[in-house]
Structures are given as structure tokens and as C-alpha cells.
């Protein structure tokens, strides 16, 4: 007697259309419900790392003024001159100079200094300056996809084809202007109401507000060069302000910043308007709904854009006397 099923093929399995579409749909819910959080893991880490840059400065800032018993000048000239004509100490000397080359040493960039001083001890310019393409990590914050910066659209002096690296970082100025209008409008950038100005010398005894209560180190949006100059972040050619901000607005307003040498195509979320008076530009990032800021103490914290108007410009001023809260 024969088994009846001996000889029945084997039935073999399969995926349907319908059920193939049906994997197909979840996987790809699935996949939009996970891109979101997998873009907002990455800008949280990019933050992080632009904090802990932030953080570097803040203590490299401090340690300075533990050696000088001042924290560096903002820039060695007039804010939108250059030293030709001057203010003293230095007159014509130390052209296009800032804080962040003051800072080189604090920041593990001791041999980018000894060749930068020993290149201004000879008279002339930070932007003829021959390592000054040379970028570093710590002034920059790679949520913004411009930076490093490196293209200008003009070279600098002594035959350089560009006008050096261009970073994320830059310092407290004012609560207001970084100059006034008029003929010695260049005249009011030696005393402002923040940390850093022209040829400033400000002591943590001078920030009678409150190192709390006081910005330092924020963040600007960097603009390429594509039809002009944008000098925002420059620090080889701070001369017309690039490297303080102002805290006369909140972060990230679509106001746009008012500066020399501005960029006639910036990036959406950096506007600017180029004048040579009532110079200001406020922090700006790539950061959802605000800005990484340093305060004089050395604390970083995450400035929202909807911070109150009044109490944001209260943060620019060492010694306003201003209500924070």
C-alpha cells in the first residue's frame, strides 16, 4: 500500500505584492520617525562641542588676566580704522591685532604665537601675517557649515592671496554700539560698556554687575565671500569690529547686524547692513531656538532667542547696575 501524500511537492512560501508594500510602508515610518531624532542627537553633540570650544576660551581669557591682571584688548585700534593713525600705546604698531591672537598661548597654541609675535615685533600687519591660514579647532563650531573659513574675497598685505582663518567665536563689546555717528565716531570704541574694545584693559574688580550677571564669549554665523567682504569672525582683520558682539539684541533676530565690510549676500539667518557708524552685530548660531554664551565667571550656558530685550542688553554692560532677572 502506497502513502497517499509520498509524492506531493513541497509547497514553498512567499511574500505577496500586497504584503511586500505593507514592509515597505513601515520601514519607511519607521525611518521618519527616527531621522528627526537621529538629526537632533547630532546638533546636541555639535552644540556640546561648540560649548566645551566656549569653555576653552572662557578659561583661556581667565588665565590670561591671571598673567596681566587685565583681560586682552578687544582690538589695538580704533574699531573700523586701522593703526595707521592709531590710538596710543601702540599707533601705528600692531595692525589688525586682537584678542584671539592674545589668546594663542592658553589654548595650547603656544608655537602659533611665537611666530605670530616674532612677525609683529617687525612692524607690520596680523593680516600679512604667513601662518595665518592656519585654523583652529577651538574658535570654531562646526553646527555652522561655513567654518572653518578659510576664502576671502581679497588677499591680505605682504602678498597673501586671502585674509586668513575666520572663526565662530567672538567676545563681549557692548550692550549698545560698538562706535558712535559723526567725524570721531572711531573716538567712542575706547570706552564701551563691555569686556572687550578698543585697546581695552578691563579687570574682574571693574565687573561690578556680577561675573554671573555678565557675557563674555558667544557666537556669530559666518557669510562667505562670494561678491564681497564679510568680515564677521575675521580675526586677522578685526579692525571694523568682526570679533565683539553686542547685546542690544537677542540672539539669532532676523534684525539685521550693521558693521563695515559687510557681505551684500549673507546667509539668511545672518542679515547685515554695511555702514561705517553705529556699528553692532548680536550672537548667532545654527542652533535651534538660540546661542551658546559664556559669562565672565566662565560659565557656559545655552542663551534662548525669546530671552526679554532688556534683560539680554542688561547682559552686555560690566557695570550698569541693570536688573537681570
Known amino acids: 500500500m502506497q502513502c497517499r501524500n509520498a509524492s506531493r511537492p513541497a509547497r514553498s512560501r512567499a511574500f505577496t505584492l500586497v504584503e511586500l508594500l505593507v514592509v515597505i510602508a513601515i520601514i519607511g515610518v519607521l525611518v521618519a520617525l527616527l531621522l528627526p531624532a537621529v538629526q537632533s542627537a ?3 553633540a555639535r552644540r556640546m ?3 566645551n570650544n566656549m569653555k576653552q576660551i572662557a578659561l583661556g581669557l581667565h588665565n590670561f588676566h591671571d598673567t596681566y591682571h587685565h583681560f586682552p584688548h578687544g582690538v589695538y ?9 592709531g590710538p596710543p600705546p601702540y599707533g601705528p604698531n600692531q595692525d589688525r591685532r586682537c584678542w584671539a591672537h592674545d ?3 592658553y589654548i595650547e597654541q603656544g608655537p602659533l604665537f611665537d611666530r605670530f609675535e616674532s612677525w609683529m615685533k617687525t612692524g607690520k600687519s596680523a593680516l600679512g601675517f604667513p601662518d595665518m591660514q592656519t585654523g583652529i579647532k577651538t574658535y570654531s563650531c562646526t553646527s555652522d557649515p561655513q567654518s572653518p573659513k ?5 588677499g591680505g598685505s605682504d602678498g597673501q592671496p586671502h585674509q586668513g582663518f575666520s572663526g565662530n567665536m567672538i567676545t563681549l563689546g557692548t550692550s549698545t554700539y ?4 559723526g567725524a570721531n565716531a572711531h573716538l567712542t570704541s575706547l570706552d564701551l560698556d563691555g569686556i572687550f574694545f578698543a585697546v581695552s584693559k578691563v579687570r574682574m574688580g571693574e565687573i561690578l554687575d556680577g561675573t554671573a550677571n555678565t557675557a563674555f564669549v558667544s557666537e556669530t554665523i559666518l557669510s562667505p565671500d562670494t561678491v564681497w567682504h564679510d568680515i564677521r569672525g575675521r580675526y586677522y ?6 570679533v565683539m558682539f553686542s547685546t542690544r539684541l537677542p540672539p539669532n533676530t532676523m ?3 550693521q558693521f563695515n565690510w559687510c557681505s551684500p549676500q549673507p546667509v539668511k539667518r545672518a542679515p547685515c547692513i554695511n555702514t561705517t557708524s553705529e556699528m553692532f552685530l548680536v550672537p548667532r548660531s545654527y542652533h535651534p531656538a538660540g546661542v551658546n554664551m559664556a559669562f565672565a565667571d566662565g560659565s557656559v550656558r545655552f542663551m534662548q532667542e525669546h530671552v526679554h530685550q532688556t534683560v539680554f542688553q542688561s547682559y552686555g554692560t560690566r557695570n550698569g547696575g541693570e536688573a537681570t532677572q
Open 42 to 44: 547630532r546638533e546636541a
Open 49 to 51: 562641542a561648540c560649548s
Open 77 to 85: 585700534e580704533y574699531i573700523d580704522t586701522t593703526t595707521s593713525n
Open 103 to 105: 589668546l594663542f598661548p
Open 150 to 154: 578659510y576664502k576671502t574675497y581679497w
Open 178 to 181: 560698538l562706535n558712535s555717528t
Open 237 to 242: 582683520n578685526p579692525a571694523h569690529g568682526g
Open 255 to 257: 534684525v539685521a547686524d
